[in-house]
T-cell receptor
């Protein structure tokens, strides 16, 4: 799995967009970018993933640069419940060595 | 639909004791994983399995053994517990890649303290 780099912490005002960056400069062609989050003491929760194109679902949007060396997770209207550690993971698409490798992530604090 | 269920949720062991953590999933997933998370740290992969009867080592496998005798269950064993194994253990499962759908589902964790 390619190594990912994220800022250790970020703050965001409630109701504003939260933009969480991730660098994955060594990502290979068959590796997807996954985002998970972990709310205090709970198991991680899947948010979104993508390969080349930008993706959007009911939780967030994922913007991947054209060279695929970095990406940004966007929470369009952050709420207090979005306070969590957000993990960016680059991993291949499957097969016998498929696994998710978590780093330390970004602690996003949403302030009232 | 229970998803991923871990048993037990809490446990205190004495050094040298053994125990087995059970992970059960009802989503017919092929892949299952065991992670540990220490305070202030991210999740570290202990062992994983890509199918019934198969297991593989992750990042921190020493001191742990696993078995996947049934597709829906993934067991994590500690043969001789050490204080360094005090941690929160998370189990997860996922399907093989099909058009990018490889979302992993996590259990709620087992908090293990070794004294």
């Amino acid at each position: 799995d390619a190594k990912t780099t994220q800022p250790p912490s970020m703050d965001c005002a409630e109701g504003r967009a939260a933009n969480l960056p991730c660098n994955h400069s060594t990502i290979s062609g068959n590796e997807y970018v996954y985002w998970y989050r972990q709310i205090h003491s709970q198991g991680p929760q899947y948010i979104i993933h993508g390969l080349k194109n930008n993706e959007t679902n009911e939780m967030a949007s994922l913007i991947i640069t054209e060279d695929r060396k970095s990406s940004t997770l966007i929470l369009p209207h952050a709420t207090l419940r979005d306070t969590a550690v957000y993990y960016c993971i680059a991993s291949n698409s499957g097969g016998s060595n498929y696994k998710l490798t978590f780093g330390k992530g970004t602690l996003l604090t949403v302030n009232p | 639909n229970a998803g991923v269920t871990q048993t037990p949720k809490f446990r205190v062991l004495k050094t040298g004791q053994s125990m087995t953590l059970l992970c059960a999933q009802d989503m017919n997933h092929e892949y299952m994983y065991w992670y540990r998370q220490d305070p202030g740290m991210g999740l570290r992969l202990i062992h994983y399995s890509v199918g019934e009867g198969t297991t593989a080592k992750g990042e921190v496998p020493d001191g742990y053994n696993v078995s996947r005798l049934k597709k829906q269950n993934f067991l994590l064993g500690l043969e001789s517990a050490a204080p360094s194994q005090t941690s929160v253990y998370f189990c997860a499962s996922s399907s093989p890649y099909r058009q990018g759908n490889t979302e992993a589902f996590f259990g709620q964790g087992t908090r293990l303290t070794v004294v």
